[in-house]
Antibody, heavy 125, light 109 residues
Framework: QVELVESGGGVVQPGRSLRLSCGASGFTFGSHGMHWVRQAPGKGLEWVALISFDGRNKYYADSVKGRFSVSRDNSKSTLYLQMNSLGAEDTATYYC??????????????????WGQGTLVAVSS | SYELTQPPSVSVSPGQTARITCSGDTLSNQRGHWYQHKAGQAPILVMYKDTERPSGIPDRFSGSSSGTTVTLTISGVQAGDEADYYCQSTVNRDSDPVVFGGGTKLTVL
């Protein structure tokens, strides 16, 4: 069965960096687009980033563009999110998620059919 | 504000039918997807491409689309259906192409 396991979350000071990882198994990782989606405490789901199946196409939410970078290593079935210049507004549970499609061309999402359990990122001094 | 608009809350009694709407201009030509999210758990896809039900989702869940609105219908609502429901779609642009609605809290009375 599909399994997505996030790691790398924790408490970090404002302005610092953090890298999240997501290990995937149970499906052909290199055939699917992969998302990062977050949920701040008491708030709804917020889409963060998407990377196409081959890593060539990357998309970001305006709120993180220029600060966050998504990447993947298909040989290791692992997804990454490099987060720089973190602020209090980035405090959230971050979910790794698998798209039904390869996410190479528009429409870039055919629906998100599997999600990880999430990893908590808390930005605090 | 959200590009996909959902009612903040919907309340129904057990056995009744719940309808959750999601409206947005992009839905006039893009498909909508629905997720069920319970606190402390991973979200679950309950409907994709407006009307497609993933395997394992009960047929009490159905979807429809009309104009700029997609609707998730849950028939014979059960206590276990109580959760937050989010719609999601795409917008044809390079930045912020994936959008979620603000979410609807389904309460089973």
């Amino acid at each position: 069965q599909v399994e997505l396991v996030e790691s790398g979350g924790g408490v970090v000071q404002p302005g610092r960096s953090l890298r999240l990882s997501c290990g995937a198994s149970g499906f052909t990782f290199g055939s699917h687009g992969m998302h990062w989606v977050r949920q701040a405490p008491g708030k709804g789901l917020e889409w963060v980033a998407l990377i196409s199946f081959d890593g060539r196409n990357k998309y970001y939410a305006d709120s993180v563009k220029g600060r966050f970078s998504v990447s993947r290593d298909n040989s290791k079935s692992t997804l990454y999110l490099q987060m720089n210049s973190l602020g209090a507004e980035d405090t959230a549970t971050y979910y790794c998620a698998k798209d039904i499609s390869g996410s190479y061309s528009f429409p870039v999402s055919g629906g998100i059919d599997h999600w990880g359990q999430g990893t908590l990122v808390a930005v605090s001094s | 504000s959200y590009e996909l608009t959902q009612p903040p809350s919907v309340s129904v009694s057990p056995g009744q039918t719940a309808r959750i709407t999601c409206s947005g201009d992009t839905l006039s030509n893009q498909r909508g997807h629905w997720y069920q999210h319970k606190a402390g758990q991973a979200p679950i896809l309950v409907m994709y491409k407006d009307t497609e039900r993933p395997s394992g989702i009960p047929d009490r869940f159905s979807g429809s689309s009309s104009g700029t609105t997609v609707t998730l219908t849950i028939s014979g609502v059960q206590a276990g259906d109580e959760a937050d429901y989010y719609c999601q779609s795409t917008v044809n642009r390079d930045s912020d192409p994936v959008v979620f609605g603000g979410g609807t809290k389904l309460t089973v009375l």
